[in-house]
């Protein structure tokens, strides 16, 4: 059975020419992760951006949609309410959702974490080493003990989210911080992955170990189901006789 | 040190005299509870209410909580966004957040949740026997194995939130169900406990194992430290040198 | 790619006639559940039991062995340490490792917890309902809401066992307790999963969901690889210049 | 109410004149510990070590410790295994149990996790930087967003224990690794916390900042209360009628 993607990307520096990212991702973020995922023969890839009617996410594409991956920076208050509230909605009833990087601070992750998602920061050319925490967490299937990311911007604790039900990476930087970089949740009957990498001026997503990342959370991320409506329930007639 | 609690109520359904609440509860769930965290000599204790300006919760009323209990049921969605983004701010730099009961669909605990705490639920005078899983965290000191409640409206299986960091109680329900019913988590730098029994028609609150939950959960919710706010903080000067 | 089976049962009941588990079960515990499980074209399927030279559990066996499941009562102590050195050895090292009902008192059980693992009991023909409570992990797959079991012994809390990381299942049981029945863990490279349901006197294990549990259960302890040894590793050379 | 600390230690490198720590702790670790512990007045502590009778924990002084701080390196294999029985078997009834630095691959710690503790090693003269991830739980009162240990030697990840209840510090390593160097659990009744910081050759527990979370995590892992015994409880009379 087939897994549908759809790929959101805010798509803004790309569109700078004055941004680096407009040289590394000239088609935008969201389409260099489309082709990374594009090996996988049973991901059926979509792309939706800000600019887009609805930003892209009709209620036709969020129906047709299993894992919804997110990136998003410098915008965020330009994502419309109405779209979030479909977007958690469709989670709740079991859409699994792959935040990246800076959309720690996107409309749709702050709801469903339920903290200020706050963190520290500092873009200073300097690597990264993002320890495998669970080696045998399906997300971690094929990589070796660790990632090196030769630049990535600094992100680092306190990370304001809740405890992950499962921390698989923790990043290391050279400047001295830490940070957890691979956490799962459950939001509903939805999965939620977020992952630390992916500045967009540097080439993280083209980083091979990194798109196996991808891979493996977007296979761990799609529900056994996805059902229509997640309502309370009157119960009429109790299971067991009561006098 | 003392701890500054103030205790919130919708306070509708105590005034409608057709309604048992008004007979069991005649000045508020919100004194009751009051009343009985009152043998606490190092609690301060304060109440508030929907209809109050500000519905009770002035900017000068949260920065002086330390821990604010929550009851409401009929009326969640007139309480204003703007109060409710106030207390999540509150509850992020450290306030305690104890959700009662029906609480479980206010705005501030779903927000806090991130989930849609939808629930089964039933009304037939059944009895509650909540078991205590974790028998030495705080919240259950001085409690025996479980705490009998003689009637109580069943709330069942699912429950929409997330994994709790401590799952302290377990309900049983006679007519059939079970709901996990003492719930503990950590959301910014506040402690959030969730405690499924106080239908308004029955005397739950009057209950003593049940005002002793009250105080320990109290007690367990009141931070180290609040703080004024929580941002993101840009790291100009790393703590390593960096080449 | 196959999933390798190994069943493992103490197989005593069974084979005392005045025990009802001689009529549920003539062949043992062990071959009921290997005949379930046998509709996976994918599983490799082997059976283990106590009297067997090694209980069945060579090096080559536990070698070849995916995920092993271990259904034992009467005669926990007549495990040989060696052998439960070995089971422990291969969890470690990615082994999945199911225990079933009074395995909860299992030498490797208690080893993996690391706890008493006591929990309180009666045989007294009840009723019990298994709630789902995270209706999309893998571990639920296919099943609806609860499991009803029309006679089952009862397990109640408090069990006692380390918060588990997933909570899949908890158990209603109509003399009045609750119990958290389906348990999740991962220790070392393995996963665990408890499973609370099969007394040996009541034909639990021919119910078509509990073997859908069953099933399930294997899937989703089947690691994604399986290491040969886990040391401790003396770093030489640090991955970073140290001046 | 007083808090029973006794600190047990291994004491043998202290004891070797060639060896480091025989300056740094010539009275041994555990006197060192004992004097920072000692500040706080309701503490009342006592020492241990390998070479007095039965370890220097008889029956008498575990049943009057509220918590037991372990420190061992050299010789786990020589604590008898007896001994360990003992000491787990009280922390089942609640006693705390706090496990520094090489303790990781002590017996009891091993038995209280169910894991095989490995973890990757190198003393090269690094310093260590401990974040604080969770600001406001009870061990990091007082403390800033982290502790800067001048010299520490490297434990670097995969660290092979069970998913901590609460992570509550995470180490950052000069030579690039990172370390989950805080880590909070239950076992039975008892509180267990594993603490990274204190290679015998470095002056670690002269530092402020650790004998604070020293001090704080003694007060955490005392138990609202300890038990004589943990049993499986036959249950004759159900609690609710079974017809």
Redesign the interface.
């Known amino acids: 059975m087939s897994i549908r993607v759809t790929i959101w990307n805010e798509f803004k520096h790309e569109l700078d020419e004055k941004h680096a990212a407009s040289k590394l991702y000239p088609e935008g973020i969201h389409q260099a992760i489309a082709k990374a995922l594009g090996t996988e023969v049973d991901f059926e890839i979509r792309t939706a951006t800000l600019d887009q009617p609805e930003h892209g996410l009709t209620d036709e594409v969020l129906n047709q949609t299993d894992v919804l991956i997110w990136w998003g920076h410098k915008v965020h208050h330009e994502v419309s309410d109405a779209i979030v509230d479909k977007v958690i909605n469709r989670v709740?009833c079991?859409m699994g959702f792959i935040a990246l990087h800076s959309a720690h601070?996107s409309k749709p992750f702050i709801?469903?974490?339920?903290?200020?998602c706050?963190?520290?920061?500092?873009d200073?050319?300097?690597n990264e080493?993002l320890?495998?925490?669970?080696?045998?967490?399906?997300i971690?299937?094929g990589l070796g003990?660790y990632i090196d990311i030769p630049c990535e911007e600094?992100y680092?604790?306190?990370f304001?989210i809740?405890?992950p039900?499962?921390?698989v990476m923790?990043?290391?930087?050279?400047?001295?911080?830490?940070f957890?970089s691979g956490c799962c949740?459950?939001?509903?009957?939805?999965?939620v992955f977020y992952f630390q990498p992916g500045h967009e001026a540097y080439p993280v997503y083209y980083q091979p170990e990194i798109q196996t990342v991808l891979k493996n959370a977007v296979r761990w991320a799609k529900?056994?189901?996805i059902v229509d409506e997640?309502?309370?329930?009157?119960?009429?007639k109790?299971?067991?006789q009561?006098v």
Not at 185 to 191: A, D, E, I, P
């Open positions: 709740m079991g601070f709801r469903l974490m339920g903290t200020t706050t963190l520290k920061y500092r200073a050319n300097e080493r320890w495998i925490i669970e080696p045998n967490h399906p971690a299937k003990e600094m680092g604790e306190r304001d809740p405890t039900e499962t921390l923790v990043g290391w930087f050279k400047g001295g911080e830490v957890r949740y459950t939001r509903g009957l939805g999965k529900a056994e189901r997640v309502e309370c329930v009157h119960v009429d109790p299971l067991e009561l």
